[in-house]
């Protein structure tokens, strides 16, 4: 089972990273999460989760304003081939969230490590980022410096690239 959003603010707790969180009603794009603008201060992520011939899968992590050359990523992350976006299935096994929900907070429940994540370097350059708590129901704001500790606790290399354009 994935973990839940309680379990993932328990692991934070335990790395001693303070996190703070705002509840808000379903959010499933970027344009849906823009009406917070004002509310939440930093850096807002889009998430993509993409996979490559081989099946090897990337969580790209980038600026909501982003834009990213999907016929080139797989030269800069390092994919085996040119990349497409992963199926549902794939996304709720490896990270344990849903469409609409897709969050760098989901490696916590990559317990194999199969999926490669690349945050954007100019999304990094926020003193603070913020995502979903493994639900789109809430938006938990986290210092850069803490995100990059967070991921490296779940076992993942934060391999920060410039991807956006």
Sequence with gaps: ?????????????????AVSTKRHPPLYTVADSQALRGEIAG????????????????????????????????????????????????????????????????????TANRVKLVLDEDLMAHAVINAHPLTNEATTSIAAADLVRFVEATGHDAAILKVSA
Excluded at 4 to 16: D, I, Q, R, V, Y
């Design 43 to 110: 850096g807002h992520t889009k998430n993509l989760f993409l996979k490559d011939k081989k099946d090897n899968f990337f969580l790209v992590t980038v600026g909501e304003d982003a834009v990213v050359d999907l016929k080139q990523i797989h030269q800069l992350i390092g994919a085996a081939s040119r990349v497409s976006f992963g199926k549902p299935e794939m996304l709720m096994e490896l990270l344990g969230v849903s469409p609409g929900a897709v969050t760098v907070f989901g490696v916590i429940n990559d």
């Design 1 to 17: 089972m994935p973990k839940t959003e309680a379990e993932l603010f328990a692991f934070l707790a335990e790395l001693g990273i």
